[in-house]
């Protein structure tokens, strides 16, 4: 960017004061906004009618639940995911037309944003060998190029089956149940570099990968703690739950080191009286600690609670210490070796802070500590969220009604596909299953996550990279290096609704496949269908989509996969693939013999759905040691910085959701008109010589190699000193791909040690 360029762009950016609260009026305006300036006011009103109903579809956008009783018309979503569904729903369309007109190349130059905004694909598309430009072909070429390239593969093995967490468990198991037929077990899926972590510390303490609390839980809870989450903008609807938490006399502790507006008020949309006052304040305490830091915070009140125990506060639930947990001692001896002051200087918040969240905890035993990227995202993330489960399981907060863990999950259904089969893991009990039921071997040998694969793949030990959905290259770090990893394969694919940068880096051969989008009507020889999809609390539920499809030439994620499936292994094969992806019902068939807690899947998904199976809802360990959930001891500790070197987190902007950019304002945070912006302490841009909006790079050095961005604004804010924060995924080439989460290999997005480039 030239120096005139970089004024220009300056003086188009406007900083605000950060917003002193979320949704309200403004909220509403928004939402409808881009939904009419995408769909138009009819069609428009149709989709948001529809939206998260009975009978209905299901929010394209994150994973909250939807009440399990009354639903309001007009009522169940949220500004972003009105905004998510009018990016799918849009009237505009990216046909080979526009891929006569932009090649790959150039189209490379474009941002997000713009290539988001170049509307729904409408034509199967293929780039051949040494091609400039994608052309239309026919599905049934499509199909036959991608057989013919795995079917060429000297090991299965060679084979990379992303999965993202928009599809639906009748697409998800079908892909699956292919993958481990064609004979690998390399299936990456979002999970990898979101709460996989979460995953790995659940499964390993309470038994189980998921959360324990159902929504409903939040109203009786007497302490909520929010960290490392930004509900406001990521899970706006989880703001209600907080505001009736708050209304029914219960506190919200919240954790995170950036202020954000939806955890300091809430208007709620669907109250007309907030709309005429305050709303609702939602934090009671808030301990804005340093970046990576949030293990040494949760230590130090273990370390105050188990005082207060010691002189005689009933702050500790013995008896569900002795009847259901292990380890209590041990974790009793550690935190006797810590030292408090320690812990509190390393976590950056005051001591007077800490002890009013520990007074707000000690009496209470109905806690339930939500959690997102914030904690997931670090080299210390599983042991940091044992800590919270420590927490809980002293207070005997789990498997109580008002009480539990809620790691908040992302997209739409990425729960839902990790349970019915999406993993890279081993599981003797569904291979057990898949022999019984289907006849098939599946491989027992761990494959591939994210990060594996894309250096798989850099590597050339994987050639061919199929993506039921997503946009893995804007997802995953180290941008650079994960784009010359895509390019080394002979053969990319990528099912999609609409054009992401993840299609602009091919293999030697490249397919982009546009399938139908959540909202849109699914019929096949003039019967409807409906898919199935798994909320953040393990519910269950249909979906159903009301719009006209934006093509006709759109094929549905199920058929896709079945006709992928029956050209790779041909017609004779033991699993009739291509009546299974048409028909939905013998799919969930499948998975009800395949997949404990999916009985009779079809008769209960026509009433209102069916929680799944959680044992630590009921209070049941017997898959650990000794039948007991499991207290932990950690001595890891945060991150170290020399004088020069910042902590750098990567954050979402407010017109964001995952890598969907809808605009280029944060209106929360006060930042208009760009994303090249980083969050800056007014102490740390004083020390440096820096004013509001002066141009910096950053810079980090692992392994001896330098990844550097350049070109971003300074804006000043509230976040500690030597922390960074900024937006992804522009900020994505700075995270390398071999710097994960100890034991969950989850990308270290939360914290990057960085330094500043100074003009």
């Avoid at 506190?251 to 709620?268: H, Q």
């Avoid at 969220?385 to 907060?397: A, D, E, M, T």
């Amino acid at each position: 960017m030239s120096f005139d360029d970089s004024s220009k762009m300056k003086s188009k950016i406007k900083i605000t004061p950060p917003a002193s609260f979320a949704a309200g009026a403004k909220g509403v305006q928004v939402a409808l906004k881009h939904a009419i300036d995408e769909m138009g006011p009819v069609k428009a009103m149709k989709a948001l009618a529809k939206l998260n109903q009975e009978k209905g579809f299901d929010c394209p956008g994150c994973a909250w639940p939807d009440p399990d009783d009354k639903r309001s018309l007009f009522a169940e979503y949220c500004e972003n995911g009105a905004k998510a569904v009018a990016e799918e729903a849009t009237n505009k369309r990216t046909g080979p037309d526009f891929f006569a007109d932009h090649s790959i190349a150039s189209l490379q130059s474009w941002s997000d944003y713009e290539l988001g905004k170049s509307g729904r694909l409408t034509h199967p598309l293929y780039k051949a060998p040494g091609a400039s430009h994608y052309v239309e072909l026919s599905w049934s070429k499509a199909f036959d190029t991608i057989a013919r390239n795995l079917n060429a593969l000297k090991d299965p093995n060679e084979a990379v089956f992303y999965t993202s967490g928009r599809s639906s468990n009748e697409a998800a198991f079908l892909w699956g149940l292919f993958a481990r037929a064609f004979g690998t077990n390399n299936m990456p899926d979002c999970s990898n570099m979101c709460h996989e972590s979460s995953g790995v510390a659940l499964s390993q303490t309470l038994g189980i990968g998921k959360g324990s609390v159902v929504l409903d839980d939040f109203k009786h809870a007497d302490v909520i703690i929010v960290a490392g989450q930004n509900p406001g903008t990521n899970h706006p609807r989880m703001l209600s739950a907080l505001q009736e938490c708050k209304l029914k006399g219960g506190k919200v502790i919240t954790i995170n080191p950036l202020e954000e507006a939806g955890l300091k008020r809430f208007k709620n949309p669907q109250k007309p009286m907030d709309y005429f006052t305050q709303g609702t304040s939602i934090t009671d305490v808030f301990l804005q600690v340093k970046i990576n830091q949030d293990l040494s915070l949760v230590k130090a009140i273990l370390m105050a609670l188990l005082k207060m125990h010691r002189e005689g506060w009933a702050t500790f639930d013995l008896d569900f210490i002795k009847q259901s947990t292990e380890g209590y001692e041990a974790l009793v001896n550690h935190l006797d070796q810590c030292d408090y002051d320690q812990l509190i200087a390393q976590s950056g918040v005051s001591k007077e802070e800490v002890q009013k969240a520990v007074e707000l905890l000690a009496p209470a035993n109905k806690i339930i500590c939500c959690w997102a990227m914030g904690l997931t995202q670090h080299h210390n993330a599983v042991d940091t969220i044992k800590q919270f489960v420590n927490l809980l399981l002293l207070k005997g907060s789990v498997g109580i009604k008002g009480g539990g863990t809620c790691p908040v999950r992302g997209h739409s259904n990425v729960q839902g596909d990790r349970t019915v089969g999406i993993m890279h893991h081993v599981s003797p009990q569904l291979n057990a299953s898949l022999k019984e039921v289907f006849n098939i071997q599946a491989p027992e040998e761990t494959g591939l996550d994210v990060v594996a694969s894309i250096q798989a793949m850099y590597e050339k030990k994987a050639k061919v990279f199929v993506a039921l959905g997503g946009n893995l290259l804007s997802a995953v770090s180290d941008t650079h290096y994960a784009q010359a990893a895509f390019e080394q394969c002979a053969l990319t694919v990528s099912i999609a609704t609409k054009l992401n940068r993840s299609h602009l880096a091919c293999g030697n051969e490249s397919l982009i496949l546009p399938t139908l989008g959540r909202s849109e009507k699914d019929v096949k020889n003039g019967k409807k269908r409906l898919v199935t999809v798994e909320n953040s609390m393990g519910k269950v539920h249909a979906s159903s989509g009301h719009l006209t499809p934006a093509s006709k030439l759109l094929m549905s994620e199920p058929e896709i996969v079945g006709s992928i499936a029956a050209a790779t292994l041909g017609e004779g094969h033991q699993v009739a693939w291509k009546e299974l992806g048409q028909d939905y019902a013998k799919i969930r068939a499948s998975i009800s013999r395949v997949i404990k807690g999916f009985e009779a899947y079809n008769q209960r998904i026509m009433k209102d759905g069916f929680y799944l199976p959680n044992n630590a809802r009921e209070r049941d360990f017997s898959k650990l040691p000794n039948g007991r959930a499991q207290f932990t001891v950690s001595s890891s500790t945060g991150i170290e910085l020399n004088e020069d070197e910042f902590l750098l987190m990567t954050i979402r902007s407010h017109d964001q959701f995952n890598t969907t950019i809808y605009g280029m304002h944060d209106r929360y945070r006060g930042v208009y008109n760009s994303r090249d912006v980083i969050f800056m302490n007014r102490a740390d841009m004083s020390e440096y010589g820096l004013s509001k909006l002066d141009q910096i790079g950053l810079v980090s050095t692992y392994d001896g190699v330098e990844r550097k961005v350049h070109g971003f604004y300074v804006v000043p804010y509230d976040i500690p000193r030597q922390n960074l924060a900024g937006y992804f995924p522009e900020l994505n080439p700075l995270i390398p791909i071999n710097q994960t989460a100890e034991q969950s290999n989850t990308p270290i997005s939360k914290s990057v040690k960085v330094k500043v480039l100074l003009p």
